[in-house]
Each structure stands twice: as C-alpha cells, then as structure tokens.
C-alpha cells in the first residue's frame, strides 16, 4: 500500500556529495521509522542511519560524520546528505519505512533502491 522512490544517486568524485531523497507515497495512515541501508558489491547490507517519525537520527558509527538524515513528514520524504564520499561509499542505498495501514496494522516497505558510485 506503500510506495517508496528513491532518487539522488549518480557518479560522484570522491571528495563530493550528495543528497538522496525516499519519497513515500501511497495509502496508509502513519508513516513511522524510516531508515536508510547500502549494499555494496560482494558485501551484505549494511544499516547507514534510522531516523524516528519525531526526526531522531541514529546512526551507523563509522559513518556519522559525513552522513546526516534528516525528514520532512509533511512531504513524507526522508533525506540522506552524503559528504566528503569515498568510494567505499559506494553501493545501492535503499530506503525502509514503517506504515500503518487503514487497519492499523504496521508493515515495512521498501525502496527499489539507489546507485551511488563514487570513483575518479
């Protein structure tokens, strides 16, 4: 009943950044937690950040710093500023977030994902 879309990714030089955005759309009632992952190649999924429905970010140790999350619920899009970016950085990034439908029970979406690669 959720939809998410991600969108920013591109080729990058290490050094620069990014902004990539999950737009949620769809039906649903509440749109809870939203967190970003990356997946890079030969590499499991990796948790980038969690931010609450209140804004409160956590983040993966080793990258806070030079990634920020941040949301805006009157858009319903949660954002990922990415900053001074290595090409260890790059990866798939997917958005989650958790819903509530119109029964009021919660659900997971998940994003097609976005590439990010970073490279000279």
């Known amino acids: 009943q959720v939809q998410l879309a991600e969108s920013g990714g591109g080729l990058v030089q290490p050094g620069g950044s990014l902004r990539l955005s999950c737009a949620a759309s769809?039906?649903?009632?509440?749109?809870?937690?939203m967190t970003w992952y990356r997946q890079a190649p030969g590499k499991e999924r990796e948790f980038v950040l969690d931010?609450?429905?209140?804004?409160?970010?956590n983040y993966a140790f080793s990258l806070k710093g030079r990634f920020t999350g941040s949301r805006d619920n009157a858009k319903n899009i949660m954002y990922l500023q990415m900053n001074i970016l290595e090409p260890e950085d790059t990866a798939v990034y997917y958005c989650?977030?958790?819903?509530?439908?119109?029964?009021?029970?919660?659900?997971?979406?998940w994003g097609q994902g976005t590439q990010v690669t970073v490279s000279s």
């Open positions: 931010i609450s429905d209140s804004g409160y970010v």
């Open positions: 769809g039906s649903f009632v509440s749109l809870g937690a």
């Open positions: 989650k977030a958790r819903f509530m439908d119109h029964r009021s029970i919660w659900h997971d979406a």
